[in-house]
């Protein structure tokens, strides 16, 4: 059975003093049941893949540049991702999405720029408040699954997380039965894509005001293979428990 995975994105949080958290929760989950990754700032990186190395928590990062090098001021490789020690790269974050343009061309481009680093790519998808009161959800979901995840994808080089944008950093999580009908229909499509036995191994993480308090009751629904968590990642005092509940 694959194992489960609960990841961290500290988005645009922490300087040198909070890799302390990477130490603890290295200490605190020498042989844990579960994968871990913690995807820090790039700032970070080096240093915290340091920290970790011959831990059980997988360092990651929060983006990358499709191409391998070149005259893109400001953005950062795949193969520098790696080259820092990222063992994953998060793509397709909806912040990325909202704030920076990013179309699932761009995410799935940037997927196989990580794929050929030998980086997991770690794709998400979600629907807005809009499009779930309108009751676009299920079609946004397969369309931006469709255009966003490449081929070549599988159960090894990617991850996908289900993150409704309205349940980021708010509070508000879906209901039960909405994360399983999402996360169904996330398996299904990727049956027809890849192939049933590559489907059903490739992680889908939900994600979207993950805490302590609610997880047991996340990690219980059907098709559920982890969390991608923000807020309650920062501290290994609140993400420990979150990766003890699976
Ligand atoms: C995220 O940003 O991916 C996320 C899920 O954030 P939060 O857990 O804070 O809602």
């Not at 994953?88 to 050929?116: D, M, P």
């Not at 676009?136 to 699954?145: D, G, K």
């Not at 966003?148 to 708010?170: F, M, Q």
């Not at 009751?217 to 609140?238: R, Y």
């Amino acid at each position: 059975m694959t194992r489960k995975l609960v990841a961290g994105n500290w988005k645009m949080h922490g300087t040198k003093a909070d890799l302390s958290q990477i130490a603890a929760l290295a200490t605190a989950h020498p042989a844990p049941r579960i994968d871990i990754l913690i995807c820090p700032p790039a700032t970070l990186l080096a240093q915290a893949a340091g920290l970790a190395a011959d831990s059980a928590v997988m360092i990651g990062a929060q983006d990358c540049h499709a191409a391998a090098s070149g005259a893109h001021t400001g953005d950062i490789s795949a193969p520098m991702l790696a080259d820092a020690g990222a063992g994953a790269v998060i793509l397709g974050h909806s912040e990325r999405r909202e704030h920076h343009h990013e179309n699932n061309e761009l995410v799935a481009e940037k997927a196989r720029a990580a794929h050929a680093a030998g980086l997991i790519a770690v794709i998400c998808l979600g629907e807005t408040l809009a499009q779930r009161e309108a009751a676009q959800t299920l079609e946004v979901i397969a369309a931006q699954l469709h255009a966003s995840v490449p081929d070549g994808s599988t159960a090894t080089n990617t991850v996908i997380a289900y993150e409704p944008v309205w349940a980021i950093g708010t509070g508000l999580t879906p209901t039960d039965a909405q994360i399983a009908e999402v996360h169904g229909l996330i398996r299904s499509l990727l049956a027809e894509r890849l192939g049933g036995a590559a489907a059903t191994a490739l992680r889908l993480l939900y994600g979207g005001s993950v805490k302590p308090a609610n997880a047991a009751g996340i990690f219980a629904i059907a098709d559920v293979d982890g969390a991608l968590v923000g807020g309650a990642s920062l501290k290994a005092e609140d993400f420990s428990p979150i990766i003890m509940t699976l």
